[in-house]
C-alpha cells in the first residue's frame, strides 16, 4: 500500500483511557491496532481526573455493606432515570474488577489503615475505628448522591496514576501510537466502517487508515462551552462530529450536559468533588452553609446537578462574592488541615497554590459551577456498537453507552473508561476475528480527498469575514448564558437562532495564516463547524425536551415528565443537509421503577402507563413542534441492542 494508506486490524481513535484500554483488550487478543492520538496519550484528558473511581468493594467502614446492586440503585437513581438499566447493572458489576485489574497494573491505590481514622463528616470530625483485618485494602471516599463510601482513589491524581499504568501496558505490548494526529473523517459505504481518514497536526498531510474496526475514544465536547468548561482545549468533540457526518449514526441526549459545582474562579480549572467527599463545605459571601438548609440530608454531597443549580440560585440571589469576573462562592478547606491536604488532596492544594496564589490550608477557595461532562455522545448499545453502522464502536465519554442518562454521579465517568474499554475492546476482538478485509481503496482515497477539498477551501478562502476565534467566543457565551445550568424555551430558541447565525458566518470566516503545515488556526477552523453543530443539537435538543431531568433544567417546565419523557433523544445530521432530524427511543427495560432520588426536588408527572406495558409494548407521544416519534421496542430487542431508531 501506498504511505497514503494504512492498514490494521483495530484503529482507536484517542488515546486516553478508554481508547487505551480497549486497544489494550485487542491487542491482546492478538490483532493489530493503531492509535491515533491529539497529543502524547500520557497528555490525554483522563490525566486530569483528581477524586476517585467508583467500584462497591465495601473495604472501609462507611462502605460497610456495599455492593453492586446498591451502586446499581445510586447510578439509576444519579441518572434521574434516565439510564440504561441493564448498562448500568453491567458496569457497576465490573468495576471492581477493572479496579483491582488497575492495582495489578501498577496504580498506587490509597488504602485503608486498620485502627482509629479521623474523617470530617457532614461538618464534624469523627473518629472511626477502622478494622485491623481491612488494613492495606483499597481505601474509599464519599462522592455526591452515593449511599456508600465507594469512591477508590490515589490521593487527587487517581486519572493521572491510572492513566500511566494503562499507557505502561500499551508500551508493553507494543501497540503502535501516532499522536499529534487527528482523526477528521470516517471511511464508511453501505453501513459499514471501514476506517478513518487523519491528518497529521506536524505537517498537515493526509492519510488513511482502513480497519476491520474502528473505535471512537475522543473524549468530551465541552469546548463548545468556550471558556466555561473544566474540559481540556482538545475536548471539541471531534469524535462526535465525524459520527454525526455519516448521517446514519445518532449521537444520543446532547442535551445531558453536567455542571460541576466547583471549578476554580475565574480559570474554572476542576476542583474535585474529592474536596467535599473529604469534608469540604460551600460558603456564600456571608459565610453561610447554605448547602445544609437547601439539602439537609446529603448537603454538599447530593447529586452534581442538584448542588449547581442550588449554588446557581445562591448567586442569583445576590450571596455569591462580587468580582470583575462575575460573582463567585467560597469553598472551605481550612478545617481539613495542611496535612490531608498535601497528601490526599494534594494536587487539588497545587492548583490552588500555583493558579489564584491561596493556599487552601489557609485560604477560601473561590468556586463557580461550569460546565464539566458530556452525557451525550456517539450512540451505542452495551457491547460499544453504534447504531446503524458495522465495524464502529465507542466507548468512555464519546459514547452515549448510556450508564450515566441525564445526570452522571462523580467518579463513575472514569470507572466507566476502563469498564467500558474491557467491555468494548473484548467485543472488538470477536467482531475482527470473524471479519476478513473487505476494503474498498477508492472509497478511502474518495474520503481523503473530501478532507483535502475541505481544508483547501479554507486555505483559499479570501475577504474580510469573521475570525474563527471571535466565532468561537460567540458560541462559548451562548451556549453557557443559554443551554446552561437553567433553561427555558424563550432562550433556548434565541440560543438556536444564534448558533444557526454562526454556522453561516462559519461559511464567511477567514484564516490570518494560510501555511498548509503546521497551523493552529487551519487546525481550529476544521473542526469549528462540527462544534457548532454539536452546539446546534445540543441547544435544540434542550428545546425540544419539555421537562426537567437531571442535568437539563428548564424553568418553564420545572418536572420531571415520565409520562411523556422517558426516552432518550437521538440525532442525526448528514454533513451535506441543512437540519437535524431528532426522534426518541425509550432508556429501556426498568428494574428499578421512576421515584425519588433522595434529594433534590420530588416534583414529577408519573407514567400514564404501567412499566408492564412499557417494557413489553409499544411506547408513542407527540413530540414538541408536532414532530411524531413513535418508538417500537420490546425490553428484549433492547437488550440484544436490536433497536432500530427513526430517522
Keep these: 500500500m501506498s504511505s497514503d494508506l494504512i492498514s490494521t486490524d483495530v484503529l482507536v481513535i484517542g488515546g486516553g483511557l478508554a481508547g487505551e484500554r480497549c486497544a489494550i483488550e485487542a491487542a491482546a487478543a492478538g490483532h493489530k491496532v493503531l492509535i491515533l492520538s491529539l497529543v502524547p496519550p500520557r497528555r490525554s484528558h483522563s490525566c486530569a481526573a483528581q477524586g476517585g473511581m467508583q467500584a462497591a468493594l465495601g473495604n472501609c467502614v462507611k462502605a460497610d455493606g456495599d455492593n453492586p446492586t446498591v451502586h446499581f440503585l445510586d447510578t439509576v437513581r444519579g441518572s434521574d432515570w434516565g439510564a440504561d438499566q441493564e448498562v448500568a447493572r453491567i458496569f457497576t458489576e465490573e468495576a471492581p474488577v477493572a479496579?483491582?485489574?488497575?492495582?495489578?497494573?501498577?496504580?498506587?491505590?490509597?488504602?485503608?489503615?486498620?485502627?482509629?481514622?479521623?474523617?470530617?463528616?457532614?461538618?464534624?470530625?469523627?473518629?472511626?475505628?477502622?478494622?485491623?483485618?481491612?488494613?492495606?485494602?483499597?481505601?474509599?471516599?464519599?462522592?455526591?448522591?452515593?449511599?456508600?463510601?465507594?469512591?477508590?482513589?490515589?490521593?487527587?491524581?487517581?486519572?493521572?496514576?491510572?492513566?500511566?499504568?494503562?499507557?505502561?501496558?500499551?508500551?508493553?505490548?507494543?501497540?503502535?501510537?501516532?499522536?499529534?494526529?487527528?482523526?477528521?473523517?470516517?471511511?464508511?459505504?453501505?453501513?459499514?466502517?471501514?476506517?478513518?481518514?487523519?491528518?497529521?497536526?506536524?505537517?498537515?498531510?493526509?492519510?488513511?487508515?482502513?480497519?476491520?474496526?474502528?473505535v471512537i475514544a475522543t473524549g468530551g465536547y465541552g469546548r463548545i462551552y468556550g471558556q466555561y468548561t473544566t474540559n481540556a482545549t482538545i475536548n471539541e468533540g471531534m469524535g462526535a462530529v465525524i459520527a454525526l457526518n455519516t448521517g446514519a449514526v445518532p449521537l444520543g441526549n446532547m442535551e445531558a450536559v453536567q455542571f460541576h459545582p466547583t471549578a476554580l474562579a475565574p480559570s474554572n480549572i476542576l476542583v474535585t468533588e474529592g474536596c467535599r467527599g473529604d469534608g469540604a463545605y460551600l460558603l456564600d459571601k456571608d459565610l453561610n452553609r447554605f448547602m445544609v438548609d437547601a439539602e439537609p440530608e446529603k448537603q454538599e454531597l447530593a447529586s452534581r446537578d442538584v448542588v449547581s443549580r442550588h449554588m446557581k440560585q445562591r448567586m442569583r440571589d445576590g450571596k455569591g462574592v462580587d468580582t470583575p469576573y462575575g460573582p463567585h462562592l467560597w469553598l472551605d478547606l481550612r478545617h481539613l488541615g495542611e496535612q490531608h491536604l498535601t497528601t490526599k488532596l494534594r494536587e487539588v492544594w497545587e492548583i490552588c497554590r500555583d493558579f489564584v496564589g491561596l493556599d487552601p490550608a489557609r485560604d477560601l477557595i473561590p468556586v463557580q459551577p461550569t460546565q464539566h461532562y458530556s452525557m451525550g455522545g456517539v450512540r451505542v448499545n452495551k457491547d460499544g456498537q453504534a447504531y446503524n453502522m458495522s465495524g464502529l464502536f465507542a466507548a468512555g465519554e464519546a459514547a452515549c453507552w448510556d450508564m450515566h442518562g441525564f445526570n452522571r454521579l462523580g467518579g463513575n465517568s472514569l470507572a466507566e473508561t476502563v469498564v467500558a474499554g474491557r467491555i468494548v475492546g473484548r467485543r472488538v476482538a470477536e467482531f475482527v476475528a470473524d471479519k476478513d478485509f473487505e476494503i474498498q481503496t477508492s472509497v478511502a482515497f474518495a474520503a481523503m480527498k473530501k478532507a483535502e477539498r475541505r481544508a483547501a477551501e479554507w486555505l483559499n478562502r479570501t475577504g474580510s469575514g469573521p475570525s474563527v476565534y471571535a466565532i468561537r467566543n460567540a458560541m462559548g457565551e451562548t451556549m453557557m448564558g443559554k443551554v446552561g445550568i437553567f433553561r427555558n424555551g424563550e432562550e433556548l430558541e434565541e440560543a438556536v437562532a444564534e448558533i444557526t447565525h454562526l454556522l453561516a458566518e462559519c461559511d464567511k470566516a477567514v484564516l490570518r495564516s494560510r501555511v498548509p503545515g503546521m497551523n493552529p488556526e487551519l487546525t481550529f477552523a476544521l473542526r469549528l463547524k462540527g462544534m457548532l453543530r454539536l452546539a446546534l443539537v445540543t441547544a435544540k435538543g434542550a428545546l425540544l425536551r419539555t421537562e426537567s431531568r437531571g442535568a437539563h433544567y428548564r424553568s418553564d417546565y420545572p418536572l420531571r415528565n415520565d409520562a411523556e419523557w422517558l426516552s432518550r433523544t437521538l440525532v442525526r445530521w448528514a454533513d451535506d443537509e441543512g437540519e437535524p432530524t431528532f426522534s426518541y427511543e425509550p432508556v429501556g427495560e426498568i428494574d428499578l421503577p421512576p421515584g425519588h432520588r433522595g434529594y433534590g426536588s420530588d416534583e414529577r408527572i408519573e407514567m400514564r402507563e404501567s412499566l408492564e406495558q412499557y417494557n413489553d409494548g409499544v411506547y408513542e407521544r407527540q413530540a414538541v413542534h408536532g414532530r411524531l416519534a413513535t418508538v417500537e421496542a420490546a425490553g428484549s430487542r433492547l437488550r440484544r441492542g436490536e433497536w432500530k431508531g427513526l430517522v
Excluded at 475505628?129 to 462522592?143: A, P, T
Excluded at 508493553?172 to 491528518?199: P, S
Design 99 to 214: 479496579v483491582r485489574e488497575l492495582a495489578h497494573l501498577g496504580v498506587p491505590w490509597t488504602r485503608v489503615r486498620g485502627g482509629k481514622n479521623s474523617y470530617v463528616i457532614k461538618g464534624e470530625r469523627v473518629e472511626i475505628e477502622e478494622s485491623i483485618e481491612n488494613d492495606g485494602l483499597i481505601m474509599h471516599r464519599d462522592f455526591g448522591g452515593t449511599a456508600k463510601w465507594r469512591a477508590c482513589y490515589a490521593a487527587a491524581a487517581t486519572g493521572h496514576a491510572a492513566l500511566y499504568a494503562i499507557d505502561s501496558e500499551v508500551v508493553r505490548l507494543g501497540i503502535t501510537v501516532r499522536d499529534r494526529t487527528e482523526a477528521v473523517e470516517l471511511i464508511h459505504e453501505g453501513g459499514r466502517c471501514q476506517g478513518a481518514v487523519a491528518r497529521c497536526l506536524r505537517t498537515g498531510k493526509h492519510f488513511a487508515v482502513v480497519a476491520k474496526a474502528t
